[in-house]
């Protein structure tokens, strides 16, 4: 198959605290999996990516883990800041290019 | 450069009419996807286009959803006598096409149907 869960569906943190969000898939083919930040009423934007070649990967205070034995990938999100909150989704790709997403976390960050 | 563009933003339409949803990607993008995302979900796969090559149109949810695409540019999406269910914000993304590998999407700001 080719879903992907994704957990929590809400997340409320204090800024500067981090925040992870988790996504367990099932096709065990799949060897993308992106990241996107949706904010109110605008488009999703890739925040990162990994592909499943590597383990980890990091960009400034966002980071994806990945574990391909487990079929989870986790964002990771530290320091964070007023301007975090947004909705993310996860995606994993199908073979067939396009991307199965998950349901979405709306990450609240409070000042 | 320029990103995804669609339109109209903001479509309204009355059960049982037609419309036409219209999406430009980014130039040179030879992958284009449509997405549906309805109020407070994820995003729903509907048809992928990449080059000459057939369809993948796997996602598209009964035969009154249909899409279209000249070349490697402009796609309509297509969705005959509507319904409320239809409602929701219809996301267009493009992507290189590189072979080989999944490549990154980029989304436009999407059309908002809103079916009375």
């Known amino acids: 198959g080719e879903n992907v869960e994704q957990h929590p569906s809400t997340l409320s943190v204090q800024e500067g605290d981090s925040a992870v969000i988790k996504c367990t898939y099932s096709d065990s083919a799949s060897n993308y999996f992106p990241w996107y930040k949706q904010e109110l009423g605008k488009r999703p934007q890739l925040i990162i990516d990994?592909?499943?070649?590597?383990g980890e990967k990091k960009d400034q205070r966002i980071a994806v883990t990945l574990n391909k034995t487990a079929k989870h990938f986790s964002l990771h999100i530290t320091e964070t800041q007023p301007e975090d909150s947004a909705v993310y989704f996860c995606g994993q790709d199908t073979g067939r290019r396009a991307l199965t997403f998950g349901s979405g976390t709306r990450l609240q960050v409070q000042p | 450069g320029a990103g995804v563009s669609q339109s109209p933003s903001n479509k309204v339409t009355e059960k049982g009419k037609d419309v036409e949803l219209r999406c430009d990607p980014i130039?040179?993008?030879?992958?284009l996807y449509w997405y549906r995302q309805r109020l407070g979900q994820g995003l729903e796969f509907l048809i992928y286009?990449?080059?000459?090559?057939?369809?993948?149109k796997s996602g598209l949810p009964s035969d009154r959803f249909s899409a279209e695409r000249t070349g490697e540019s402009v796609s309509t999406l297509t969705i005959q006598r509507t319904q409320q269910e239809d409602s929701a914000v219809y996301l267009c993304?493009?992507?290189?096409?590189?072979?080989?590998?999944?490549?990154?999407?980029?989304f436009g700001p999407g059309t908002r149907l809103t079916v009375l």
């Open positions: 286009f990449q080059g000459n090559s057939a369809p993948d």
């Open positions: 130039s040179g993008h030879t992958a």
């Open positions: 990994i592909r499943s070649n590597v």
């Open positions: 993304a493009s992507s290189p096409g590189l072979a080989g590998s999944t490549d990154t999407q980029y």
